[in-house]
């Protein structure tokens, strides 16, 4: 189980490492830049549907409780 601290901590993390939420229900839900995601005690709000200028159309709430893992996204060097 994920803490808020640890969340943080790989939010934090310089240089950001895109990474990929996955929840217990099974849906999984991509952070490719740093302000894509914010985090509280208790739950973290991901941005979607980024438009060009890395602004969410919409966003989902996950409680840290429920938090599988994290993985990160594999990137490509263009």
């Given at each position: 189980?994920f803490?808020?601290?640890?969340?943080?901590?790989f939010?934090?993390a310089?240089p950001?490492?895109?990474?990929k939420?996955?929840?217990?229900?099974?849906?999984s839900?991509?952070?490719?830049?740093h302000?894509?995601a914010?985090?509280?005690?208790n739950?973290?709000e991901?941005?979607?549907?980024?438009n060009e200028?890395?602004?969410?159309?919409r966003?989902?709430y996950?409680?840290?409780?429920?938090?599988?893992?994290?993985e990160e996204?594999?990137?490509?060097n263009?």
């Amino acid at each position: 189980m994920f803490s808020a601290k640890q969340l943080k901590e790989f939010m934090d993390a310089k240089p950001f490492r895109p990474f990929k939420v996955l929840t217990s229900d099974g849906k999984s839900y991509a952070v490719p830049h740093h302000d894509a995601a914010f985090s509280t005690q208790n739950k973290i709000e991901i941005g979607l549907d980024l438009n060009e200028d890395g602004i969410a159309r919409r966003s989902v709430y996950c409680a840290i409780l429920h938090i599988a893992s994290i993985e990160e996204l594999q990137t490509t060097n263009a």
